[in-house]
């Protein structure tokens, strides 16, 4: 079985602070690992994704994201908040190969930028 | 290039009444799959379609059917609409398990209320 924690229903930050959204994962064998946003009344959108290489993934928006496989984390990162960053955030795990193909979300941590 | 589309937007059933909530995509995607997203609960899984004519049960498959038989459309069916079925619902579709192409594309969702 795959799964992922968001440990946080809510991050606030002020605008113009780094921004750390957090994720972990369990999945069997290698992970590829998502970040959605979702604004109000809309679908989910695509920032980021891992899927092998570097550990650094960049993405849209400014934001990026770092795979740590030790601690199966992926958090997602911005160096400077934007109050327009306010959203809902969602981490997804699916297994690099094997099983349904299809992700798990995680249950989406609310961004709240103060400016 | 319209991506995902479903419709309707937005429902009022009565205790019940069944009826489909309709998604189609238009890039061509093997993989379709359909969530519900209730507060607290993030994005859970009720069906999804590896390829036309395949389909499978996800978390939450109670209450609901689908089929697939062309590669553009996902039909998602309610049987009998109870209260517990009032949630936020989103078509979901992306490419083959290859690297390249395994993020999701969402469309706007349909918000639909039992009453």
């Known amino acids: 079985a795959q799964s992922v924690a968001q440990p946080e229903d809510q991050v606030n930050v002020a605008e113009g602070n780094p921004l750390t959204v957090k994720c972990t994962y369990s999945?069997?064998?290698?992970?590829?690992l998502f970040w959605y946003v979702q604004y109000p009344n809309r679908g989910l959108q695509f920032l980021l994704k891992y899927i092998t290489g570097d550990n650094l993934v960049k993405g849209s928006y400014g934001f990026e994201a770092e795979f740590n496989k030790s601690q199966t984390s992926f958090h997602l990162k911005k160096p400077s908040a934007l109050v327009s960053d306010s959203a809902l955030y969602f981490c997804?795990?699916?297994?690099?190969?094997?099983?349904?193909?299809?992700?798990?979300f995680g249950r989406g941590t609310s961004l709240i930028v103060h400016p | 290039n319209a991506g995902v589309t479903q419709t309707p937007k937005f429902q009022v059933l009565k205790t019940g009444q069944s009826m489909t909530l309709q998604c189609a995509q238009d890039?061509?995607?093997?993989?379709m799959s359909w969530y519900r997203q209730d507060p607290g609960m993030g994005l859970r899984l009720i069906h999804y379609s590896v390829g036309a004519g395949i389909t499978d049960q996800g978390e939450v498959p109670n209450g609901y059917n689908v089929s697939r038989s062309t590669t553009e459309d996902f039909p998602l069916r309610l049987l009998s609409a109870a209260p517990s079925q009032t949630s936020v619902y989103f078509c979901a579709s992306s490419y083959s398990r290859s690297p390249g192409g395994t993020e999701a594309f969402f469309g706007q969702g349909t918000r639909l209320t039992v009453v």
């Open positions: 890039m061509n995607h093997e993989y």
């Open positions: 999945v069997s064998g290698n992970p590829y």
């Open positions: 997804a795990v699916r297994r690099g190969s094997g099983g349904s193909y299809i992700p798990t």
